[in-house]
């Protein structure tokens, strides 16, 4: 992973602008290095336009009583007239996760879907919130309140053609991704912020590479994962473990030892204190092998 790279997409990410598709950009030259971002930029831009176009004639944006409406708007020309779908088939596929391959096949998961819902939506003047919802990213419009309205925000599923979502429905959503037993509370409906977006990407991809053992590519993630939080001390450990298993040793050490040294006097429970010891055992090995090769 080149630094110039890394910090290109750290200071996009660390950025107060609402632009998330400029550093979804940098993500996907993870597979595709020489990537232009212009083209993709600009389609955007005109999707926004068109977008647009359909509000300013639906009075949506003149009336704030209309408001609603404008899901209704953005909606049909996001998801029937561009044809953007969830990839049902083949939702393990890493090209999901680059904005790049969602705008050239109108296919994705839902938190890229709901990035290009936003970032067009965000070019024909309305304002999307993400949601960082537990196993499904979801959406929220809040529409334009007069006072002593009783108008309630709108919950929408970018994956389902941007459904709207009762509070009953996302428990249901809930239930089934956590559990029964796990505790519903509305603080998971809490806007979503743009690091956390990206990270949310990031952590896709990361799993999706791991469990195609492309430990090259997942460690290049672990480098972005680190430019949005660099005191993430499990994406350190992580990192470490994937240059353990491409027999980089030298970078496996520093990152384990790092992470062993951070996290030493913290409180763990047992299942911690086993992968703790794991990891002693880890550099214990690379300690040897590092020496053997000066």
Known sequence: MKDALIQEFSRLAASPERDLASPALVIARLEC????PAPYLAQLDAMGAAARERLLASGCLQDARKSESAVDV???YLFEEEGFTGNRDRYEDPSNSFLNEVLDRRTGIPITLALVYMEVARRAGIHVEGINFPGHFLMRYPPHRNEG??????????FHRGARLTEHDC?????????ESAPFDNELLAPATKPQMLTRILLNLKRIYVRLHSFPQARSVTELLLAVDPPALTELRDRGLLAYHMNDFSAALRDL???????????VDEESRSDHEQLWEHVKTLRRRVASLN
Do not use: K, W
């Open 171 to 179: 428990r249901r959503l809930f239930e089934r991704h956590v559990g």
């Open 33 to 36: 290095p020489l990537l232009d």
């Open 74 to 76: 953005l909606n049909a």
């Open 149 to 158: 309205s009783t108008t309630t925000d709108l919950i929408l599923d970018p």
């Open 257 to 267: 030892q790092q992470y062993l040294h951070f996290t030493s006097g913290a409180a």
